[in-house]
């Protein structure tokens, strides 16, 4: 049974087409069996070369009794390869034999052997499945099926009737040529592992895993993803049936015959080196950052080495200066008098000052401009009907503001007055905001202070009035710290909590004739009129806010003797020059400036016949201008240093 096995699961079909023969459809074991069935046929004498003949045609044989196999002609035959349904043709006739073949055998192999399509091959028979009756016995591997399989190919051989077995008394040599053609063996395991795009296999997971379209064709996710995008939307195909598909028809696949390539491992390690890669490039930013973080503070720390070295040595070998004031210009403002306060513009190197207007025909006050440069008098801009009592200009918007017992204050914007406020009130003070520069604030009779904006300025955005004390606030100035007012009685601090101003009284006492502030050194000048049993004096006060609570300290530092009497009202001032400043005041019982020193400098006197109401500094090319304003003349000063 195991033999009879082996042979029909190697089994070839030989035909002869011999004229002479019949066309035989024959296996080894269709042999044995059609040699007990015809009697009429004897086996060949010569047994061990159809053995050897019977060996060369069957890869493996028939049988180990060599008196069972029967006589095949070597000389026509057709092989048949059962998976390819097509004959292989080596006879002597398709070599171009002259032998005429019969009509009648080739008419029968043609209606027999039919094309694979109409008669499909059955590999396990050895035969044509033919539709008739002889090829409806069942496939069964056993013996039974065997003899079954021999009694058909006994029918189906019958069908032959002029075929004779044509005997070959001697064997002279083997076929010339013999093929065996296998079906070829179809690699199940490559099937499904790869995608039929870019053939490469695909995984389950990551940009090539396994997805599938409407269509049930299987692809590379990125690869069909690539596809369907390179194709207009209206046009876009399967790869493989050209039927209509879309990005949303891509369903993932998980499934056990498939293969998929376990690419998750793989997918984890390219994170994690996108990961790394990201993370050194932020850190190479990092430190190319700290380098020229650490460049920059090398750069810095040899500027400031160079700097220091260089004061060390100017230090050790230039002395400390001295200076002096020279009297530069006495200018003649005007006959009449009614000169009261001036400002200084940094922009044009201008002196703006009060006085009463010289043309009869416009009554009233306003400014005269006053050149630093060439000390002459420029153009007189009118202003107000009644005396002015304060001038401030704005640096940051240039900008002049004045305020006068005409109740208004006047704007003047580059030379030219561009707008009046009704404040309601004589006014007798000004400041412009230290933060805010289109805000400034105005101080007037009963202590009331107004707060406007320039943008609108028809009314104000808030009242300030200390409740203790209804005396004219005679200067206002804003700091960093809040908004200092002095009034004739008392000094107050302003602090604004959210737009809320708070006051809180100064440790001074009065009465007061005025008030200014250094921004650089963070000091406020207060200025005390003299009483009957002391002198007048001069208040120089520091400002800081605690750290801990964050309240402001007003501490005072020095104080300074005036004047035996004050009838005037006069204005004090910081004076600054390179590396020494002074507190400018005038004596009325002395009838002189004085120049008072701070951080070390030297006191200093100015004779001045008439007493000096304000006192203002400027800078002009590096050179500190000290002016002091009388009712009807101004009196220039300059700073000159001096080795001694």
């Known amino acids: 049974m195991d033999e009879d096995a082996q ?8 035909v002869p087409e011999s004229p002479e023969s019949p066309s035989i459809l024959r296996s080894p074991i269709i042999g044995r069996q059609r040699q007990d069935s015809q009697p009429s046929v004897q086996p060949d004498p010569v047994q061990d070369e159809n053995a050897q003949f019977s060996d060369n045609i069957y890869n493996e044989g028939a049988s180990s009794s060599n008196n069972e196999t029967s006589n095949l002609p070597r000389d026509n035959y057709l092989l048949w390869q059962p998976n390819m349904g097509v004959y292989n043709d080596n006879s002597s006739s398709a070599q171009g034999n002259s032998s005429q073949p019969n009509p009648e055998s080739n008419q029968a192999i043609q209606e027999n052997v039919r094309p694979h399509s109409a008669d499909p091959w059955r590999p396990g028979l ?16 056993s013996e039974d ?9 006994s029918n189906s051989l019958q069908s032959f009737p002029d075929a004779d077995i044509k005997k070959e008394d001697t064997i002279e040599e ?37 997805v599938a379209l409407k269509c049930g064709h299987l ?5 069909v993803e690539r596809w369907l995008k390179a194709q207009n939307s209206k046009d876009r195909s399967c790869p493989t049936c050209k039927s209509k598909a879309t990005l949303k028809d891509l369903r993932f696949i998980y499934a056990r015959r498939l293969v998929a390539a376990d690419t998750s491992q793989i997918t984890t390690l390219q994170k994690q080196i996108d990961i790394l890669q990201a993370e050194k490039s932020r850190t190479e930013l990092e430190l190319e950052k700290s380098r020229i973080a650490h460049r920059a503070c090398l750069l810095q720390l040899e500027v400031l080495r160079s700097t220091l070295m260089k004061n060390q040595v100017s230090k050790e070998q230039a002395p400390r200066r001295s200076w002096r004031f020279a009297l ?16 200084y513009n940094c922009r044009t190197y201008e002196l703006y000052v009060s006085q009463k207007s010289t043309v009869n025909l416009f009554p009233g006050f306003g400014i005269r401009k006053i050149s630093c440069t060439d000390n002459k008098l420029g153009e007189f801009v009118h202003l107000h009907s009644k005396p002015i009592r304060d001038v401030t200009y704005s640096q940051p918007r240039d900008l002049l503001l ?24 004589p006014l007798w003070s000004c400041s412009w905001d ?15 202070i107004h707060q406007y904006d320039v943008r609108n300025p028809g009314s104000y955005i808030q009242r300030l009035n200390a409740i203790s004390d209804i005396s004219p606030v005679v200067s206002l100035c804003s700091t960093e710290y809040g908004l200092l007012s002095c009034q004739l009685n008392s000094c107050w601090l302003w602090v604004s909590n959210m737009r809320q101003w708070e006051p809180r009284s100064l440790p001074v006492d009065g009465p007061f004739m005025s008030l200014c502030y250094d921004n650089e050194s963070h000091r406020a000048l207060l200025s005390s009129r003299a009483s009957a049993n002391e002198r007048s004096r001069l208040s120089l006060c520091k400002l800081k806010a605690s750290v801990p609570s964050g309240e402001i300290l007003f501490d005072v530092e020095q104080t300074f003797a005036g004047s035996v009497r004050s009838t005037l009202m006069s204005r004090s001032s910081f004076v600054r020059v390179s590396g020494a400043s002074w507190v400018a005041a005038h004596s009325e019982s002395e009838s002189s400036l004085y120049l008072h020193g701070l951080d070390g400098a030297r006191t200093m006197s100015l004779p001045a016949a008439e007493p000096a109401i304000d006192v203002c500094s400027a800078q002009l090319n590096g050179d500190t201008i000290l002016a002091a304003l009388s009712e009807s003349r101004l009196r220039l000063y300059k700073a000159i240093p001096t080795n001694s």
């Open 7 to 14: 042979v029909s699961s190697n089994s070839i079909i030989v």
């Open 126 to 141: 050895g035969l044509f499945d033919d539709n008739s009756s002889s090829a409806q016995a069942p496939i069964v591997h």
């Open 145 to 153: 099926s065997n003899t079954g399989m021999i009694n058909q190919e």
């Open 174 to 210: 083997p076929p010339a040529k013999i093929r065996k053609l296998s079906s070829p063996k179809h690699n199940d395991e490559v099937d499904g592992e790869s995608c039929p795009i870019c053939l490469d296999s695909w995984g389950n997971s990551g940009d090539h895993r396994l």
């Open 219 to 223: 692809f590379g996710a990125q690869c």
């Open 328 to 343: 530069e210009k006495n200018l003649e403002i005007c006959k009449d008098g009614g000169c009261r306060v001036l400002t």
């Open 402 to 425: 004045s305020v006068g017992l005409d109740s208004t204050a006047r704007i003047v914007e580059r030379g030219i007055p561009s707008s009046t406020i009704q404040c309601g009130v």
């Open 434 to 448: 230290y933060l805010r520069s289109n805000e400034f604030y105005v101080g007037g009779v009963g202590g009331v």
